[in-house]
C-alpha cells in the first residue's frame, strides 16, 4: 500500500488525482498539468514534496567525509547556504542528483530523490566510514512543501518571520512561518524564484493552509507532480531516470562543472571522471525545439533529416522544450534541424540553446547559486 504524505487529506479535498511515486500516494494534478505549469511561471503554485529522502550528517569531519562521498565540495558550502551535487557510482555514472544543505558547522541536511532514497543513505554511510561523522534518516522528521513562481517571495513575506527579499538564492534559515517552526530554503526545481519550506509534520496541514490563504490574492495555485516534470524540462534541469542514469557521467549531461577534483581524500569515482573529463565529447545533451502540438514520448528516436540517421533520442518531451539525450557534439548547436519520432510521424525539430536560462532568475540570483 501507498504511504500517505500528512497533507493526503487536504489533497483529496481539493479533488486531486493521485499517483503511486515511489511508493508514495502523491497528487499527480489537480485541474491540469497546463494550468498548473502556467500558474507557476506567472503567479505561485504550491506543491507536497514530502516524499523527498532528507539525510542528516554531523560530526568533526562530516564536511571532508561528505567531500569523499560526492562530486563537489561540501566543506566549501557555507553555514545557510545549499549547494547542488551528485552521487556517482566507482565508473562515473550517476547514482542521484541531491542537494547539499550545511545547517551549521558540523551538520548537513542532504535531500534525495525519493525513488533513491535509501540507495543514497546506504552509499552515503558506506562511504563515511571511518570518518568522524555519524548518518541517520531523517525523512519521518520533515513534511516539504514547495512555493514556486513570481509572486512567491510575496506570499511567503507574509507569513515568515525572516526577512524574505534577502534570503539568497540556495539559502537556507530557520524561522517562523505561519507561527510554525520551520527550515526555510530559497530552492526549488521549477525554474522559477520560490522557497522550500521544511516543517514538521504535525504542523503540514497548518503551514499549507496558510500559505494557501495568503496565496489566493496572488495567483498561487495547488500544482502536482505532473507540471513540475514538464517546468523542470522547459527550464533544462535534469531528472534522475531521464537525463541522469548510472550509465551516463556528469559530463554527458551538462553537469561537469559541479564535479571537483584533487580534493584531499579524493571521492568515489573520481578516477571515472577525470578520464571523461580529458576526452572529447562526442554525445551531448541538447535541446530541442518543435511546432508539433504533440510531445514525443522519452525514448523517441532523433534523425538527421539529411541522412535519415538515427544520431539520439529523447529523454524528457514537454509540450514547449524538449532534452534530446546523446545527440553527436557536433549535431547539437543552436539552429541545427533535426526530425524527432512523435508517435510514429517523423516531424522538425530545431536544437536550441541548452540549458536555457531559467525563467525568473536574475543575474544576481544566478551568481548567488555558488
Same mark, same amino acid.
Not at 553537469?255 to 577525470?274: C, H, I, N, P, Q
Given at each position: 500500500?501507498?504511504?500517505?504524505?500528512?497533507?493526503?487529506? #487536504?489533497?483529496? =479535498? &481539493?479533488?486531486?488525482?493521485?499517483?503511486?511515486?515511489?511508493?508514495?500516494?502523491?497528487?499527480?494534478?489537480?485541474?491540469?498539468?497546463?494550468? =498548473?505549469?502556467?500558474? #507557476?511561471?506567472?503567479?505561485?503554485?504550491?506543491?507536497?514534496?514530502?516524499?523527498?529522502?532528507?539525510?542528516?550528517?554531523?560530526?568533526?569531519?562530516?564536511?571532508?567525509?561528505?567531500?569523499?562521498?560526492?562530486?563537489?565540495?561540501?566543506?566549501?558550502?557555507?553555514?545557510?547556504?545549499?549547494?547542488?551535487?551528485?552521487?556517482?557510482?566507482?565508473? /562515473?555514472?550517476?547514482?542521484?542528483?541531491?542537494?547539499?544543505?550545511?545547517?551549521?558547522?558540523?551538520?548537513?541536511?542532504?535531500?534525495?530523490?525519493?525513488?533513491?532514497?535509501?540507495?543514497?543513505?546506504?552509499?552515503?554511510?558506506?562511504?563515511?566510514?571511518?570518518?568522524?561523522?555519524?548518518?541517520?534518516?531523517?525523512?519521518? =522528521?520533515?513534511? +516539504?512543501?514547495?512555493?514556486?513562481?513570481?509572486?512567491?517571495?510575496?506570499?511567503?513575506?507574509?507569513?515568515?518571520?525572516?526577512?524574505?527579499?534577502?534570503?539568497?538564492?540556495?539559502?537556507?534559515?530557520?524561522?517562523?512561518?505561519?507561527?510554525?517552526?520551520?527550515?526555510?530554503?530559497?530552492?526549488?526545481?521549477?525554474?522559477?524564484?520560490?522557497?522550500?519550506?521544511?516543517?514538521?509534520?504535525?504542523?503540514?496541514? *497548518?503551514?499549507?493552509?496558510?500559505?494557501?490563504?495568503?496565496?489566493?490574492?496572488?495567483?498561487?495555485?495547488?500544482? /502536482? &507532480?505532473?507540471?513540475?516534470? @514538464? +517546468?523542470?524540462? =522547459?527550464?533544462?534541469?535534469?531528472?534522475?531516470?531521464?537525463?541522469?542514469?548510472?550509465?551516463?557521467?556528469?559530463?554527458?549531461?551538462?553537469?561537469?562543472?559541479? @564535479?571537483?577534483?584533487?580534493?584531499?581524500?579524493?571521492?568515489?569515482?573520481? *578516477?571515472? &571522471?577525470?578520464?571523461?573529463?580529458?576526452?572529447?565529447?562526442?554525445?551531448?545533451?541538447?535541446?530541442?525545439?518543435?511546432?508539433?502540438?504533440?510531445?514525443?514520448?522519452?525514448?523517441?528516436?532523433?534523425?538527421?533529416?539529411?541522412?535519415?540517421?538515427? #544520431? /539520439?533520442?529523447?529523454?524528457?518531451?514537454? &509540450?514547449?522544450? @524538449?532534452?534530446?539525450?546523446?545527440?553527436?557534439?557536433?549535431?547539437?548547436?543552436?539552429?541545427?534541424?533535426?526530425?524527432?519520432? #512523435?508517435?510514429?510521424?517523423?516531424?522538425?525539430?530545431?536544437?536550441?540553446?541548452?540549458?536555457?536560462?531559467?525563467?525568473?532568475?536574475?543575474?544576481?540570483?544566478?551568481?548567488?547559486?555558488?
Amino acid at each position: 500500500m501507498s504511504k500517505k504524505t500528512p497533507l493526503h487529506d #487536504i489533497h483529496t =479535498e &481539493l479533488g486531486a488525482s493521485f499517483t503511486d511515486f515511489a511508493g508514495w500516494s502523491m497528487p499527480l494534478r489537480y485541474t491540469s498539468e497546463l494550468a =498548473e505549469h502556467h500558474a #507557476i511561471r506567472t503567479t505561485a503554485g504550491i506543491t507536497d514534496l514530502t516524499h523527498m529522502g532528507e539525510i542528516e550528517l554531523s560530526g568533526p569531519e562530516v564536511g571532508r567525509a561528505l567531500d569523499h562521498a560526492l562530486v563537489g565540495e561540501p566543506s566549501k558550502i557555507a553555514v545557510g547556504r545549499a549547494r547542488y551535487s551528485l552521487l556517482v557510482h566507482e565508473t /562515473g555514472g550517476v547514482l542521484d542528483n541531491l542537494l547539499v544543505h550545511r545547517l551549521a558547522e558540523q551538520r548537513y541536511l542532504v535531500v534525495a530523490n525519493a525513488a533513491n532514497a535509501q540507495i543514497v543513505l546506504s552509499q552515503l554511510r558506506e562511504r563515511i566510514d571511518g570518518y568522524a561523522a555519524a548518518i541517520r534518516d531523517a525523512s519521518g =522528521e520533515w513534511a +516539504l512543501i514547495a512555493v514556486q513562481g513570481p509572486t512567491s517571495p510575496a506570499i511567503v513575506s507574509e507569513l515568515a518571520g525572516a526577512d524574505v527579499p534577502a534570503l539568497k538564492y540556495y539559502a537556507i534559515a530557520p524561522t517562523l512561518l505561519a507561527y510554525r517552526d520551520v527550515l526555510l530554503a530559497r530552492t526549488g526545481y521549477t525554474g522559477q524564484d520560490g522557497f522550500e519550506i521544511y516543517c514538521s509534520p504535525r504542523d503540514a496541514a *497548518a503551514v499549507w493552509r496558510a500559505v494557501s490563504a495568503a496565496g489566493a490574492r496572488h495567483g498561487l495555485v495547488p500544482c /502536482g &507532480l505532473a507540471c513540475r516534470d @514538464t +517546468l523542470r524540462a =522547459e527550464a533544462g534541469m535534469p531528472l534522475y531516470g531521464r537525463e541522469l542514469t548510472v550509465r551516463a557521467t556528469p559530463f554527458d549531461s551538462g553537469l561537469g562543472r559541479v @564535479t571537483a577534483f584533487g580534493k584531499l581524500d579524493g571521492s568515489v569515482g573520481e *578516477a571515472a &571522471l577525470a578520464a571523461r573529463r580529458d576526452e572529447a565529447p562526442t554525445r551531448v545533451l541538447a535541446g530541442l525545439a518543435s511546432t508539433c502540438p504533440r510531445a514525443p514520448r522519452t525514448g523517441s528516436a532523433v534523425f538527421d533529416p539529411e541522412t535519415g540517421e538515427r #544520431i /539520439g533520442e529523447i529523454t524528457s518531451g514537454a &509540450l514547449s522544450l @524538449t532534452g534530446g539525450d546523446g545527440l553527436p557534439a557536433g549535431r547539437s548547436g543552436p539552429g541545427t534541424n533535426t526530425l524527432v519520432d #512523435i508517435r510514429g510521424s517523423q516531424q522538425d525539430a530545431e536544437a536550441s540553446r541548452f540549458p536555457p536560462q531559467p525563467p525568473g532568475l536574475t543575474t544576481s540570483q544566478e551568481r548567488d547559486r555558488s
